[in-house]
């Protein structure tokens, strides 16, 4: 029988998130220099070895640029939401619940990047198997719970403007905490295989953490996939179209002067995460494919590996713009972080022309009556 040896030495995200396409099973022989630790492809058709091996200089090179600027924007962003929201706005609107919620996600997903950047630049893992386990599940966890926060938060902001009167019962901060732990909840739940199965190994005189999946087909890894898929794009997505589409419908009918900002900033929300979540949700399913035999194809195969390191690369970002999305384009989060400043680094002239008194209070419940809550459709979305 001929294999397809994938002997790819590319980017550490494509070695730690990508625990789909290089996987060792229980039941296959150990890892040896031919193989490069990576998984085998059955093609019939094949009479010869395909490889697909990328530029080792750009990995090595891109990489850990784009990840050391990714962590340093991310920790710093996500960083201050936290300390402005903990420190100034004593957390209890059910917003900034989830805003808070969001940005320690966010924190946990950076803290997998600057291991990522020593395993670019020395191709192997140093760090033990312990912190192997933790990193990947970091990671996974901070991905889970990213998805999940802005997908409750923009359930928030439905029921704020579209369902008021319902709004008034639930949007408190004991749900808020309720739903947040839930939350986490599932997302630790979700990562678990990548707690059991991620493990530190030796391969070819090096170290690399890699899953290591019970049982000889391919079954996990494609669970593992399709688990990404469903649970951190396909519902997170539908429920953003549908909230936001409603939302939208709302606004349209209101009359005041953000009304067009609020807008925007919907349009926004959900470009930003479908541009920057479909295209490695899109690779995944195409990697799925693969593991099925669907794609058997030697030049396809080189193209969705490569297509699956960028598209990952990709996805990072979208840690680093969640802060700006959802905090600091709030005229409320401003508002804080104005005083934070003025407090404590005298940063005054930032704020000389913000005037507290013409803002509106965005936690205060949403009227019954359309006349009075049309000021609160644009605060609940600002």
Partial sequence: ??????????????????????TTDAMSPAPNSSSNYYEDYYYPEMASTCTTEHSKYFTSMFFPVLYTVLFVTGLVGNALVVWVL?????????????????????????FSLPFLVQYS????????????????????????SSSFFITIMSIDRYLAIVRSVYALRVRTSAHGVIASLALWAVAILASAPDLIFFQEMDDSNRTVCLPHYPGSDNSWKIFSNFEVNVLGWLIPVGILIFCYHNILKNLQRCHTRNKYKAMKLVFIVVTVFFLFWTPVNVVLFLDSMRSMHIIDDCQASQKLDLALELAEALSFVHCCLNPIIYAFVGEKFKKYLCEAFGKYARFLLTCNNYSVFHRHKLDRQSSVHMGSSQSSFVGSVL
């Fill in 1 to 22: 029988m001929d294999y397809l040896s994938t002997t790819l030495n590319s980017s550490p995200l494509y070695n730690i998130y990508n625990s789909f396409h290089r």
């Fill in 86 to 110: 903990l420190a100034f706005k004593k957390v209890g609107a059910m917003t900034d619940i989830y805003l808070l919620n969001l940005a320690i996600s966010d924190l946990l997903f950076v």
């Fill in 121 to 144: 630049l020395v191709s192997q893992w140093t760090f033990g198997n312990a912190m192997c386990k933790i990193v990947s599940s970091a990671y996974f966890i901070g991905f889970y």
